[in-house]
């Protein structure tokens, strides 16, 4: 490991100044004037608990797993189904129930 001195570290501090936080949510957005198309990046994202009764409160874009496995899903179509999702990866499906029953990964994200 390479150490770094006092004066490269602070030339990669101005080079690389920190991400905004929360507190800074005034910034520009360049794209927002543009209509989001389902090609579009997700600007929403929740939280899924699989439920055999209830749909998603909004119909997803894609959906991200944090633990790999299978996902029964209804698409916003009625088409019912089984996949089978890698962790950490955008799987793209416009689902709106997330079901319980069948569904083994864990940690699922609705990207929308």
């Known amino acids: 490991m ?10 990669i501090a101005l080079a690389y100044p920190p991400c905004p936080g929360p507190e800074d949510l005034q910034m520009s957005d360049t794209f927002e004037d543009f209509a989001s198309g389902l090609e579009s990046p997700a600007t929403h994202i929740a ?3 699989p439920d055999d009764g209830a749909d998603l409160a909004v119909c997803s874009r894609a959906l991200n797993v944090s633990g ?3 996902v029964r899903l209804t698409t916003v179509t009625g088409a019912t189904d089984t996949v089978y999702i890698a962790a950490g990866l955008a799987f793209p499906v416009r689902a709106r129930r997330i079901w319980a029953t069948g569904t083994t990964a864990t940690g699922i994200v609705a990207l929308s």
């Open 2 to 11: 390479r150490n770094v001195t006092e004066a490269q570290g602070l030339a």
């Open 47 to 49: 939280a899924v608990t």
């Open 68 to 70: 790999a496995g299978s």
